[in-house]
């Protein structure tokens, strides 16, 4: 890396490189294709051995006696820990989750491999650093929290496979490389989960920790447009139409967000060769993103969905949960709720580093010790705020226990350990979360997740039940109400976007529309992506000077709070919301 700067220093370059983006692995994304997203396990190499003997030693201040005792093991010592076998990390012991009591040497080895992942990050980006005096930014590929749940099957690059990438990919360094100084960036495409019509064209990041944390996200638009015809097709745009309200779509989700965003120009992306309309169109992007630098792009979102990165380390390495938790929660019930949200690092809420937000959403705070525990009560048990629970909150303190859960969430709880595709459906009407549902509301999941949990407490107000095997019918979907906070509690994932929007209105969420089209909103900015098109109202926080939309240039409405719009379908719109004095700096127009 030092003599590649040095060479381009030498030949008169250097003046021309804003930044250095450092990758390993596969397409340079740190996912070894052949182990992480595949069967295989390791690294069983002896500088593999050697380190993680080393990280142990670090981790248990060289105290054989404090890794017995985690290990569970008498016999194991510093000189002869080894990488757990394949057994050892294809299984779990306790249904789908890990039992620190007996499987601390799979978690700690997982643990290691994000540590040793972050700080060859690090490493690299702070070679760029040194060797360039530090006038380059650097980054990286990195971070992918919302999306590992795929493999090599996901990709039709190797046979199916029943795990998950998350564990073994090296990606779970991701705080660490946050809280580097020397990471100036990490960039992704974008999600590979649903890019269609109807998708909401996310990044795979938790983008608000980036913004927290000072660093700046980079979005990689690599659609396929109807200019392709090799397969993969990875959500394809299947005309022009499809692909200009793609692109615009991914264009605008960015644009709120304050993120940037680059393209790929080549066959089969945007073939700029082979479709005339491209030019224009990113001609177009560019003229926006300017005008857009003079506008109030601040947040205005009101739910945090925050993702927990030390819980994977607890849980199987199939992706019997991370789909439906995380996966496919994103796409089928958060990106149509008719508000935004922001994501984040569990840590960064933990550690009091977040804006005030009126919904908290918890997808995966499984593992909590007690210090984390503790933090997050603080945090949540305040201001009214309003908390959401999924599946198996605080499930594993020291050990799995259901008191945990109750320490955490304020519920009590039952299980059932019997492993089944189970669902979930609403039982009292009555109630404001539940009152604009109709009884064909289910949801649920195909994989077998275990144990499955329910509520056991009589005070709390039952909205619905969750189906387990042998059909048990039990309280799955409660509220209790306490004196500074609210709790809610799901007992299955893969939440709807119907039921969320109601969580959201009841804990008092600005709802911009609720006709499950995909929104993205800043202080003076609103998108909306489209299926089916047809008259819509938007609801604003606040009255504006105008409306104006920005891709057809026109003005809709002036000094309002709302306004109404009949969307075409297959399409993408894009408005600004704010001062009409702002508009004469885009294409000088004259309000």
């Known amino acids: 890396m030092r003599a590649y700067i040095a060479y381009l220093q030498k030949i008169g370059l250097a003046d021309r490189i804003i930044s250095y983006q450092v990758g390993a692995g596969h397409t340079g994304e740190w996912v070894k294709r052949k182990v992480s997203m595949s069967f295989l396990t390791g690294d069983y190499s002896n500088p593999m051995r050697r380190h993680f003997r080393s990280w142990l030693r670090q981790r248990y201040n060289n105290d054989i006696s404090i890794l017995q005792k985690a290990w569970n093991n008498p ?83 190797g046979p199916d496979s029943d795990y998950s990438t998350y564990q073994r990919s090296g990606h779970l360094g991701f705080k ?14 974008y999600s590979y989960a649903f890019r269609g019509m109807g998708g909401e064209g996310c990044g795979m990041l938790l983008t608000e920790s980036l913004r927290i944390h000072n660093k700046i996200y980079i979005y990689e638009d690599d659609s396929r447009t109807h200019t392709l015809v090799s397969e993969p097709h990875y959500g394809r745009a299947m005309n022009l139409a499809e692909t200009t309200a793609f692109l615009r779509r991914n264009f605008a989700y960015n644009l709120t967000r304050g993120q940037g965003i680059w393209w790929l120009v080549n066959k089969g992306h945007i073939d700029v060769f082979s479709e005339p309309a491209f030019k224009p169109m990113l001609k177009e992007f560019q003229e926006l993103g300017t005008f857009a630098l003079q506008t109030d792009r601040a947040p205005c979102a009101e739910i945090a969905v925050l993702v927990d990165d030390e819980s994977f380390l607890f849980e199987t390495v199939r992706n019997d949960l991370d789909i439906p938790l995380i996966f496919k929660q994103r796409h089928i019930g958060l990106a149509h709720i008719g508000a935004p949200y922001d994501l984040y690092l569990l840590d960064d809420f933990i550690e009091g580093k977040l804006p005030p937000y009126k919904l908290y959403i918890f997808l995966n705070p499984i593992r909590l010790d007690e210090r984390r525990r503790e933090a997050l009560k603080r945090q949540i048990r305040k201001e009214g705020r309003t908390a959401l629970w999924i599946y198996a909150p605080g499930y594993i303190k020291e050990s799995p226990s259901l008191q945990n859960m109750t320490e955490l969430t304020g519920f009590k709880f039952g299980k059932n350990e019997h492993p089944w595709a189970s669902f979930l459906h609403i039982t009292d009407f009555n109630h404001p979360i539940t009152a604009h549902l109709s009884q064909d509301v289910f949801w649920g999941t195909d994989n077998q997740l ?77 998108s909306v992506h489209t299926v089916c098109g047809g008259p819509r109202t938007f609801r604003l926080l606040r009255k504006v000077g105008i409306v104006y939309d920005l891709f057809n240039r026109k003005i809709i409405a002036h000094d309002r709070d709302s306004f109404t719009v009949t969307l075409p379908p297959v399409s993408t719109m894009l408005f600004y919301t704010g001062d009409a004095s702002r508009l004469s700096l885009l294409w000088g127009h004259d309000t």
């Open 75 to 157: 016999k194991v010592k510093f000189e002869t820990a080894e990488v757990p076998s394949a057994s050892e990390q294809f299984q779990t012991k306790h249904l789908i989750f890990r039992d620190p009591h007996q499987e601390q040497n799979v978690i700690d080895y997982y643990r290691f491999l994000a540590d040793l992942c972050g700080d060859l990050v690090i490493d690299f980006c702070r070679t760029v650093k040194e060797a360039t005096d530090r006038k380059s930014l650097a980054g990286v590929f990195y971070g992918y929290l919302m999306e590992l749940a795929w493999n090599a099957g996901f990709f039709s690059e």
């Open 176 to 189: 660490k490389v946050l809280n580097s100084s020397y990471v100036d960036f990490l960039v992704s495409p």
């Open 450 to 526: 275990g144990p499955m949990f329910y509520l056991d407490d009589p005070e709390a107000r039952v909205l619905g039940e969750a189906v387990f095997a042998q059909g048990t019918c039990k309280p799955g979907f409660g509220v209790k109400v306490f004196s500074k906070w609210t709790s809610i509690y799901l007992s299955v994932p893969n939440v709807p976007a119907s039921v969320l929007r109601g969580i959201a209105r009841f804990a008092k969420v600005h709802i911009y529309e609720d006709q499950g089209d995909v929104l993205s909103v800043s202080r003076e900015l609103l």
